[in-house]
């Protein structure tokens, strides 16, 4: 039988090359780099910077894992058969906690750090609602204040999320609010995880005993997702399970990178060949499939570091969808550097589409999926049959691994207007696009004859060492 891992696994050491180093607002005004400070326990800045590949769960951690982990695999028979499935198509499921989603593995970790560090409240940005449940969790579970700014349309289609955030103990401030000048500004477009982020950000920066923490694209976070794939390399070794694509739905990144950076791990380490590595997006927010490359920025403040991302840019409107927790701008640095040397590859799914599969893999699996999830299950039915869809993902020849990130148990509303044919999908506009990466440093674009950084364009929909810089600058908790 699978066991809980004991350690957590870096895809860092295997990447080829090093990150590039965030930049601090100013350097990047000035056309150069430089490191940052992070607002980070010591641990987690380490776990960020640091080419280790293997770091110790602590025990605290360890047993809060065991009570709902391992999580579930199984080959989805039912579900092959409703999508045509040509290769078998396997499933590793991480709704069975109090969050709902695989957000808790995170959550526990972070918080068993800034505790230790003598921080006394956690706050955060949260879109659809179960990063805010799951660190509202962790901070009961180790005695700590939790605030959540929600973003407010999600908060209004899932009013139940915030009442779990606040059974738990949590104080959740719809987004925009009334409480940060980021918000009051304007600077922002509303309704956006982005904004929401930032008024976290504002919010913990002047509140005594608070530090701002966030749950999916930082190198920290997606290390502890990684005991979702460690587990599923076990779970398909005792199954005689073979698989040669890997899909998880993206958002800025933390469980497609938990699901598949240790399969790149693993065969980076033994010199074999990874399962191509596919990452499931909304088509209303296509950072991987129609992004740019380039530094930006993670939050609404302006004050952040500028980090190295697939982006749609940091101000672009996202046209309001059931994609919930995958409407943020970018993607996680290591998953962009990763999709930038051609080690991942990328779909974007309509929200229909995604609701859509969420429904057959209900009715054939009997397992509610969140609708980011959807956009996962979507995708493996592509690369389990005839491939296709929007991007480049490739057609699996041997099975099709997906991580169901979450249940969808509070998102029956989204799930209601699919059955009464109420939504409808709307492609990004590509002058939207292009103004709101306007003046981005893109990485491989020449400097101009100023030496400033090259102005970026968008390309069409379609087919698209030394470790790590430090993320989130906003001074260091130790």
């Excluded at 769960?57 to 499935?85: D, H, M, Q, S």
């Excluded at 805010?132 to 929600?150: D, I, P, Y």
């Excluded at 993902?393 to 699919?418: I, K």
Aim: aromatic residues 6%; proline residues 6%; hydrophobic residues 40%.
């Amino acid at each position: 039988m699978t066991a809980v891992p004991t350690r957590w696994r870096s895809v860092l050491p295997h990447l080829g090359q090093p990150l590039p180093a965030d930049r601090t607002q100013r350097s990047a005004t000035e056309g150069g780099g430089g490191s940052v400070q992070a607002n980070l326990p010591m641990e987690l800045l380490r776990q960020s910077v640091q080419s280790r590949e293997y770091w110790d769960i602590p025990e605290e951690v360890a047993a809060a894992y065991r009570r709902f982990r391992p999580t579930p695999l199984w080959r989805a028979r039912a579900f092959e058969e409703a999508v045509g499935a040509r290769v078998p198509i396997w499933v590793k499921y991480e709704g069975g906690n109090i969050s709902g989603s695989h957000k808790l593995n995170t959550a526990l970790a972070q918080a068993y750090y800034y505790h230790r560090a003598g921080v006394q409240e956690l706050v955060t940005g949260t879109g659809a609602g179960q990063w805010g449940t799951a660190l509202a969790a962790a901070c009961a579970r180790f005695g700590m204040r939790c605030t959540v700014f929600m973003v407010g349309g999600s908060l209004e289609r899932k009013p139940y999320r915030g009442v779990l955030m606040r059974m738990l103990g949590a104080r959740v401030i719809s987004s925009p609010s009334t409480l940060t000048e980021v918000a009051r500004s304007g600077r922002s477009a509303g309704n956006s995880l982005s904004l929401a982020i930032g008024e976290a950000v504002e919010y913990a920066a002047r509140t005594d005993g608070a530090a701002f923490c966030i749950g999916s694209g930082e190198t920290y976070s997606i290390l502890h997702q990684s005991v979702i794939g460690l587990e599923a390399i076990d779970q398909l070794a005792e199954e005689g399970g073979a698989v040669d694509a890997v899909v998880g739905c993206v958002g800025a990144g933390s469980n497609f990178g938990g699901i598949a950076l240790p399969f790149h791990a693993r065969a980076a380490a033994e010199g074999t060949e990874a399962p191509a590595l596919i990452a499931a997006e909304s088509s209303t927010t296509p950072k991987l499939t129609r992004g740019v490359y380039a530094y930006d920025r993670t939050d609404a403040t302006g004050s952040s570091p500028l980090e190295a991302m697939y982006t749609i840019g940091s101000d672009y409107a996202i046209p309001d969808s059931h994609s919930a927790g995958l409407r943020y701008h970018g993607a996680a640095k290591v998953i962009s550097a990763m999709r930038h040397a051609g080690q991942v590859s990328a779909t974007a799914v309509d929200q229909v589409a995604a609701l859509a599969a969420g429904r057959a893999f209900t009715t054939a699996e009997m397992t509610l999926p969140a609708p980011e999830s959807g956009h996962a299950l979507a995708a493996a039915a592509r690369a389990a049959g005839d491939g296709g869809g929007d991007g480049d993902a490739p057609r699996a020849r041997t099975g099709v691994l997906v991580c169901v990130s979450g249940h969808g148990y509070l998102d029956l509303g989204a799930y209601q207007q699919f059955l009464q044919d109420e939504l409808t999908d709307r492609a990004p506009d590509p002058a939207a696009l292009a103004d709101a990466v306007a003046g981005l440093a893109r990485l491989d674009a020449p400097a101009d004859a100023a030496g400033a950084p090259g102005r970026v364009t968008v390309p069409p929909a379609g087919p698209a060492g030394r470790p790590a810089g430090a993320a989130v600058g906003y001074g260091e908790v130790r």
